[in-house]
């Protein structure tokens, strides 16, 4: 059977139109490109392989402006909404300061009120950030004579007053939290404390205080580690970054209250290994439709939602097929659920489960329905056709069907992997900033700095005195207990 009769038989419309004969086809190609160009005038511009908002591809690649909001529309106005309690400056009881204005003249009659006694006070009060000259403590270690035997023996300095002279931990912090929290470059991070304290620190002393931190937080990533691994669910995420002219990949696990960052030469199962947390993990983990998850037997598995959403938006913008559209109604008829009931402690009703399935089912239905399969290659190509993104997508979503609704039967579950993409997004800053990284160590140490970093800042630990901990050699620590579900407000 040569490949043309394979083609009659897997497409009788075409065979149908190959019976009428030649004009007959030309006469449909043509219709089918005027139809082509209509439907392309009728769209703005994009790349052939979407853009940020329908695939995985990062914003910066978008050949158009910032994408639309994903959200749905609620009706409601942008703002406060009635019945929020709202927040303001609140008074102190005792403030630091008080200057009294004086009355010295009556409004009335322009009487003499100099010697007047106030009957009362209208407080106003300022909010305002003191001047931070540097506070220079002097350590004065003793020198003592023996009486006895005329050896001199002098007292040892503390942690952290080893030289004549140097700066303390929390200055070193200040400068590691401008550096690696906030992604500001060596010479501006040297000018805003000069600006605040008036002394001008050097760039490589700033550098030498992150090497220093890095390498005492060997005691946070154990600790970090073992909480991962005894959590219910964590997400994990994956992004690529450069260093001398290499690519490397940064992997994150995270949960609400913890993070972890590992920089590895791999983006597949040898970089997700690197991490320490997945292999014998026995919860949910919670990530994209990236195959090498998918290896880990022991633990249960729940893909995001938003990344689906984003594809299925590439379906109705690429293709117009309706059903696109229906599925992801369905899915975020599912958040709405999960809000519901998950969110004030209670399970969805399975009657609902149910509804919600079924809608889900019959949304794959009418994708395939509308989506023609792929025609056999001729008989001298080898493998199987290829199947396309929007039969791709439908697979995925037919394949991982209890993926894809886990978040609906455990309400620790999250409905997306959103928690991983915010915590693996400074390294995409870090790249805007910097333009990467000129040292293998120099990634590393950054990764480890941002666990730490991230890690205190969800479990509400200033920052700066969190560094300060770890220069003194005993870093904060995360217990066990932290090992905690994600939350909604955070995950959804």
Not at 45 to 56: E, K, L
Not at 310 to 322: F, P, S, Y
């Amino acid at each position: 059977m040569s490949w043309l009769d394979e083609i009659r038989q897997a497409r009788p419309d075409v065979a149908a139109l190959m019976d009428q004969g030649m004009e007959a086809v030309v006469r449909r190609l043509l219709e089918v490109e005027r139809e082509r160009d209509a439907a392309r005038a009728a769209v703005p511009a994009r790349s052939p392989i979407g853009d940020s908002r329908t695939t995985h591809a990062p914003p910066s690649t978008d050949p158009r402006p910032k994408p639309r909001s994903q959200r749905r529309k609620t009706g409601k106005k942008t703002g406060g909404q009635p019945g929020h309690a709202g927040h303001r400056l609140e008074p102190v009881a005792t403030p630091d300061h008080i200057v009294t204005h004086a009355v010295t003249t009556c409004v009335g009659c322009g009487h003499d009120l100099t010697t007047t006694t106030a009957a009362t006070f209208t407080p106003h009060q300022v909010f305002e950030l003191p001047k931070l000259p540097l506070v220079v403590t002097e350590h004065r270690m003793e020198s003592k004579v023996c009486p006895c035997c005329a050896a001199t023996t002098t007292a040892a300095p503390p942690v952290g007053a080893e030289q004549p002279t140097q700066y303390g931990p929390r200055l070193a912090g200040l400068a590691v939290y401008l550096h690696v929290g906030h992604f500001i470059p060596l010479e501006r991070t040297a000018d805003i404390i000069e600006v605040l304290t008036g002394r001008r620190v050097s760039e490589g002393w700033i550098s030498a205080c992150q090497e220093r931190v890095s390498g005492r937080l060997n005691p946070f990533i154990a600790a970090v580690t073992a909480c991962l691994r005894a959590a219910k669910n964590r997400c994990c995420d994956e992004t690529g970054f450069r260093f001398a002219g290499r690519r490397f990949w940064l992997h994150v696990c995270c949960t609400a209250l913890l993070t972890l960052l590992v920089c590895h030469r791999k983006r597949g199962a040898e970089g997700t290994k690197a991490l320490g947390v997945m292999t014998g993990y026995t919860g949910t983990a919670i990530h994209d439709h990236w195959a090498p998850y998918f290896t880990y037997g022991t633990c249960s598995h729940a893909v995001c939602n938003e990344h689906q959403v984003r594809e299925l938006d590439g379906v109705t913008e690429r293709d117009g097929q309706g059903w696109a559209e229906r599925m992801k109604v369905v899915l975020y008829d599912g958040l709405e659920l999960k809000k519901r009931y998950h969110d004030h402690g209670q399970d969805i009703p399975p009657d609902a489960i149910a509804a919600l399935t079924a809608r889900y089912k019959q949304s794959l239905l009418d994708g395939y329905a509308a989506t023609p399969q792929p025609v056999p290659p001729p008989s001298p190509n080898r493998g199987r056709p290829k199947r396309g993104k929007t039969l791709s997508l439908l697979d995925r979503l037919r394949d991982r069907q209890v993926e894809t609704l886990r978040f609906l039967h455990d309400r620790h579950v999250p409905w997306s992997n959103n928690q991983a993409e915010r915590d693996i997004r400074p390294m995409k800053i870090q790249q805007k900033v910097s333009g990467g990284f000129r040292t293998e160590s120099g990634a590393i140490e950054f990764c480890r700095i941002r666990s730490y970093l991230s890690t205190t800042t969800k479990n509400g630990i200033d920052p700066c005195e969190a560094i300060a901990l770890a220069l003194a050699g005993s870093p904060w620590l995360p217990a066990v207990e932290m090992a905690v579900p994600v939350s909604m407000e955070q995950a959804a």
